[in-house]
Nanobody
Framework: QEQLVESGGGLVQAGGSLRLSCVAS????????MGWYRRAPGKQRELVAS???????FYTNSVKGRFTISRDNAKNTMYLQMNNLKPEEPAVYYC????????WGQGTQVTVSS
């Protein structure tokens, strides 16, 4: 059974940094593209960054230059390094596959104080 567990969120001041982790159980992780998504209050979930199985990265424009996605296939783990966080970026962050998504995990809350 596939399971996604996110961690690393918390409260940070604007301009601060956080590193999120996503541990995936099951056999699909190393062979599939993965992504970090976020859902801000009152908004739909959006894709923030993604990474292919070979390591090619994609970022939505608003986080380019500040966020870095990475993965460790040996550990079935994906990361999101978030630097220079902005007050408008509080959200629950989730990880999932890009295609044929698994059930969503609980996510990890990121709160940014101004």
């Amino acid at each position: 059974q596939e399971q996604l567990v996110e961690s690393g969120g918390g409260l940070v001041q604007a301009g601060g940094s956080l590193r999120l982790s996503c541990v995936a159980s099951g056999i699909r992780f190393s062979s599939n593209a993965m992504g970090w998504y976020r859902r801000a209050p009152g908004k739909q979930r959006e894709l923030v960054a993604s990474i292919t199985r070979a390591g090619s990265e994609f970022y939505t424009n608003s986080v380019k230059g500040r966020f870095t996605i990475s993965r460790d296939n040996a550990k079935n783990t994906m990361y999101l390094q978030m630097n220079n966080l902005k007050p408008e970026e509080p959200a629950v962050y989730y990880c999932n596959f890009i295609v044929a998504q698994a059930s969503w995990g609980q996510g990890t809350q990121v709160t940014v104080s101004s």
